[in-house]
C-alpha cells in the first residue's frame, strides 16, 4: 500500500507524532510512506519525501511538523488546482491520503472525498481545541502549559510593580486555551470569544481585589473575545488567508488601555503569539499524537476512507469526515459555571 501524508494549516506541538505513528503502522505492513510538503501546496505541486520507519524514529520530541505547514486551499483556484492534487495521487500511485489538520484542512479533504472520492483519512489537529466530534486535540496541553509558564512569570513582575497585567492568547472562536490556563494560573478574569465583554464587571472585580490588599492582578484575554456581535473581533489587518480568515490580534491592548483609563491602575499588555505553538509537545501530545497516527494508519490498512479519528473518552474511534467539519467546538456550559466561582 502506498500512503501519503500531509500537514495543514498552523503548526502544533504532537505533529511529528502522528507522523510517526501513521508511519510505523503502514511500514509494518510492508507499506510505502510519502510525506507531501506544506500541506495542500505539496499536494497541488507534487513536492514529496519519502518517510520510513528509521528516518521518523526520532522525530517525536521535536514540535511543528517535519513536514512544513501552509495555508494552501485547492478549491480556492477549484479548477486549476483541483486536478493537480489528483494528478499528484495518480503519479505517486497513492491508494490513500492522511491528511493532518484543522477545520480547513480537513474541509478539503472531505470535499475531495465527496467529489471524486478520493480515497482520504483526516486527523484533527488544533491548539484551539475547537473540532467537533473529538473530545480533546493534540498540541491543546502543550499549549495551554506554555500560557501557565509565561503568566507564572508575568505575575511576579506585575506584583512588584502593582500593575494589571493583560495577557491575550489564541482562540479565533473558542476559549478553550483562555480559559483553561485562566483556572491554571488563578487570574482574576477571564475572557472568552463566547462571553460578551463585560467591562464594568471585569473593572469591579480589579477594583474589589485592589481595596482587599491585592495590589496587582492577571487579566486572559482570548484573541477571538469581542464585546458585541456588531463590533465584531480585532483584527492586524484586513487581509485574509485562502480560507478567507482574517489576522486576530490586538484586544488585549484595547481591554488594557481601558482598564488603565477606567481604574487608573497601571496597566500592561503581552501578546503571546505563536509562542503557544512552538517548542516541543508535552508528554500527554506525544501520546495522543501516537495514537492519532497509530489509529490513521489502522484505517487506511482497511480502506476505511471519508473518515477522522477522534478522541472519544479515552478510545480512538472513527468518526465520518461529514460529521466532523463545519462546526465549530465552543466551550461547554460546566467549564464557564466552574469558572464564574472565581469571578465574584
Not at 482520504?120 to 484551539?128: A, E, H, L, N, R
Request: a negative charge; hydrophobic letters at 40%; aromatic letters at 6%.
Amino acid at each position: 500500500m502506498r500512503v501519503g501524508i500531509l500537514t495543514g494549516g498552523g503548526d502544533c506541538p504532537g505533529l511529528n507524532p502522528v507522523i510517526r505513528g501513521a508511519v510505523r503502522v503502514i511500514c509494518n505492513a510492508g507499506g510505502e510512506v510519502y510525506g507531501l510538503l506544506e500541506g495542500w501546496r505539496g499536494a497541488i505541486e507534487g513536492n514529496y519525501i519519502e518517510l520510513n520507519s528509521e528516518n521518523t524514529d526520532d522525530i517525536i520530541f521535536k514540535g511543528g511538523t517535519i513536514l512544513g505547514s501552509s495555508r494552501t486551499n485547492p478549491y480556492k483556484n477549484e479548477a486549476e488546482d483541483v486536478p493537480k492534487v489528483r494528478e499528484t495521487f495518480e503519479r505517486l500511485g497513492l491508494d490513500c491520503l492522511i491528511a493532518i489538520g484543522g477545520d480547513d484542512t480537513l474541509g478539503v479533504a472531505n470535499k475531495l472525498w465527496n467529489d471524486y472520492k478520493l480515497p482520504v483519512i483526516g486527523c484533527p489537529k488544533t491548539i484551539d481545541n475547537d473540532l467537533s466530534s473529538t473530545d480533546v486535540t493534540f498540541g491543546f496541553d502543550t499549549s495551554i502549559n506554555i500560557v501557565m509558564e509565561a503568566v507564572d512569570r508575568l505575575r511576579t513582575t506585575a506584583e512588584s510593580h502593582r500593575r494589571i497585567m493583560v495577557v491575550e492568547t489564541m482562540g479565533r472562536h473558542a476559549g478553550w486555551i483562555a480559559l483553561f490556563s485562566g483556572l491554571a494560573t488563578a487570574a482574576d478574569y477571564t475572557l472568552v470569544p463566547e462571553v460578551p465583554i463585560e467591562m464594568d464587571r471585569m473593572v469591579d472585580v480589579l477594583k474589589k481585589r485592589r481595596a482587599n490588599g491585592k495590589m496587582y492582578g492577571i487579566i486572559i484575554v482570548s484573541e477571538g473575545a469581542q464585546f458585541n456581535e456588531e463590533e465584531g473581533v480585532v483584527t492586524q489587518d484586513g487581509e485574509v488567508d485562502d480560507f478567507g480568515h482574517v489576522k486576530l490580534g490586538g484586544i488585549g491592548e484595547t481591554v488594557a488601555k481601558m482598564i488603565e483609563d477606567r481604574t487608573g491602575f497601571e496597566t500592561r499588555h503581552v501578546t503571546l503569539g505563536h509562542l503557544q505553538r512552538g517548542g516541543s509537545p508535552s508528554a500527554a501530545d506525544r501520546v495522543l499524537g501516537t495514537r492519532c497516527g497509530v489509529h490513521a494508519g489502522w484505517l487506511a490498512l482497511k480502506h476505511h476512507f471519508g473518515y477522522m479519528v477522534a478522541l472519544r473518552g479515552t478510545s480512538i474511534v472513527p468518526v465520518a469526515l461529514a460529521d466532523a467539519v463545519g462546526e465549530m467546538r465552543a466551550l461547554e456550559k460546566n467549564f464557564l459555571e466552574e469558572a464564574e466561582v472565581f469571578l465574584q
